[in-house]
């Protein structure tokens, strides 16, 4: 069984188990052994055979179209993330693609010249692949924490001083899980995205229950809220823009959202590190 199908069958079975007989039209039936609609009615509802779907949430090797696939996310009211997330798993998402081109110095730049704003670029599994000064002293002394743990994924779920940082940290974790779980692409991104999950689902109980949940949420503008060891509480709009979309690559600014906050910025930016050692 691949992965790929594997998740998708995963993914089948999690959604079926949140949708009511009601949610569809359905008489409730009396008591049921597990909840949600059983193989029957979602089969009913999307014109497809019982065996067929059961194989498919087994995981077998069998090929859907397109359109059966589109069919199954009718029935099982599964929302715009939800669905694309679904076609992704069985084949109909992005193809491969060559890998990103770097950063140039325009990038760079650009990061810079935003500060006092925080900011940074990051590729489909997280990884900070740059980041301004202001990012960077934000929380901790990131240019101290090892390339490899600089994912912010990585950082909200496992670093102490982050997750002190995060007011909402159960809240923001349970976004950025869902978050995870759309990040398709092709095989390499998929691959990349495995490994990390890997990590995480072994450092961090907290991803291990998410990650069972299979929520998928695609990233927004959101609002985040965050405490610096140096200048207090930062309130943000975080605003997230494609730099290199067919790779995953954005650029994610924190747009101070009162004065407050555009004062305290103003003041990390001149303030000595002191960060805990």
Excluded: C
């Excluded at 770097?102 to 935003?114: F, I, K, Q, S, T």
Aim: overall charge positive.
């Amino acid at each position: 069984m691949s992965d790929r199908r594997g998740e998708l069958g995963e993914f089948l079975r999690s959604r079926r188990a949140v949708v009511t007989p009601e949610d569809v039209g359905l008489p409730a039936g009396g008591r049921r052994r597990t909840p949600g609609l059983r193989r029957e009615e979602v089969a009913q509802l999307a014109g497809v055979g019982v065996t067929w779907l059961t194989w498919l949430e087994q995981g077998r090797d069998i090929r859907a179209s397109e359109q059966v696939l589109t069919a199954i996310a009718r029935a099982l009211r599964l929302d715009q993330d939800e669905r694309n997330h679904l076609l992704e798993l069985g084949g109909f998402g992005a193809s491969a693609q060559p890998a990103p081109a770097p950063l140039d110095g325009a990038v760079l730049r650009l990061l810079e010249r935003l500060g006092p704003a925080p900011a940074y670029v990051q590729n489909a599994r997280y990884d900070v692949l740059a980041h301004n000064a202001a990012f960077g002293r934000m929380v901790t002394d990131l240019d101290a924490v090892p390339a490899e743990r600089r994912n912010t994924m990585w950082l909200a779920f496992t670093d102490v001083a982050w997750r002190a940082a995060m007011p909402d940290w159960e809240a923001v974790t349970a976004r950025m899980a869902a978050q995870l779980r759309a990040q398709g692409g092709s095989e390499p991104e998929a691959g990349r995205r495995d490994e990390l999950v890997a990590r995480l689902s072994e450092a961090s109980p907290r991803f291990r229950e998410l990650w069972k949940r299979h929520d998928v949420v695609e990233p927004r503008v959101g609002h985040k809220v965050y405490i610096s060891p140096i200048v207090g509480r930062l309130r943000f709009d975080v605003v997230s823009t494609w730099l290199q979309p067919r790779h995953g690559l954005r650029l994610v600014v924190h747009v101070p959202a009162d004065a407050e906050t555009e004062s305290r910025l103003q003041a990390l930016a001149v303030e000595p590190r002191s960060f805990a050692v």
